[in-house]
């Protein structure tokens, strides 16, 4: 079983629909959860982090579940340039707490907008 | 700041030629990543330091890779000798830790075709 799997789409939905990606993780040990964005033939960037209580930035909600080992991303009012790749991102810490910087990647959801 | 830096941006090489990537990290940054990521596989760690130490060199495929860190603002990975799949996007990526593992800032990549 992979670490992190998503749903690797494609979605393609029209502009200012509202489109969410699913995400499971499998190690209980993780530590901190996030989102990069991934452009075509670009590098990988942050989005956003995901806190345990949820989190909103502009048009995008991220969730948190760590019972179901579950991380999701809801993208409201879906714009042209919101056409990406989106990769769910966990840190996996050690039975003790100890987080290291090693993140490990899902292989992303891509999401196409069109007019 | 200028960001991760990696050089060269494309590389084409014939099998069994040696190739080096690499990489300068952002300034104060103590965490380097190696990632490879292919249409297959995703994003894949290869291998990561802290302090210019590598931590964890799971990820390297075999002994054909190497990667070396000499001081805190270049890495370079060397492929010896190159095999058409190794074919991929190399990715060098820095992070400034304190506590639980944070934002990854990528380097544009280099795309390697080994032919």
């Known amino acids: 079983r992979k670490e992190v799997e998503q749903d690797p789409g494609p979605f393609n939905v029209p502009e200012g629909a509202t489109v969410a990606f699913n995400c499971t993780y499998s190690n209980s040990a993780s530590q901190s959860f996030f989102w990069y964005r991934q452009d075509c033939r670009k590098e990988p960037k942050l989005l956003m982090s995901?806190?345990?209580s949820g989190n909103e930035d502009g048009r995008f909600t991220a969730q948190l579940n760590r019972a179901s080992q579950y991380i999701s991303l809801l993208i409201r009012d879906s714009k042209l340039s919101d056409s990406a790749t989106y990769l769910c991102v966990v840190n996996i810490g050690d039975a003790g707490g100890t987080s290291y910087g090693k993140l490990t990647f899902g292989q992303g959801t891509i999401l196409t907008v069109h007019p | 700041d200028a960001g991760v830096i990696q050089s060269p941006r494309h590389e084409v090489t014939e099998m069994g030629q040696e190739v080096t990537l690499r990489c300068k990290p952002i300034s104060g940054h103590d965490y380097l990543f190696w990632y490879r990521q292919t249409m297959m596989r995703g994003l894949e760690l290869l291998i990561y330091?802290?302090?210019?130490?590598?931590?964890?060199d799971s990820g390297m495929p075999e002994d054909r890779f190497s990667a070396k860190m000499p001081n805190a603002s270049f890495s370079t990975l060397k492929i010896q000798p190159s095999e058409p799949r190794d074919s991929a996007v190399y990715f060098c990526?820095?992070?400034?830790?304190?506590?639980?593992?944070?934002?990854?800032?990528f380097g544009p990549g280099t795309r390697l075709t080994v032919t």
């Open positions: 330091f802290n302090n210019n130490v590598p931590i964890d």
């Open positions: 990526a820095s992070s400034f830790i304190l506590g639980t593992g944070k934002e990854q800032y």
């Open positions: 995901v806190y345990s």
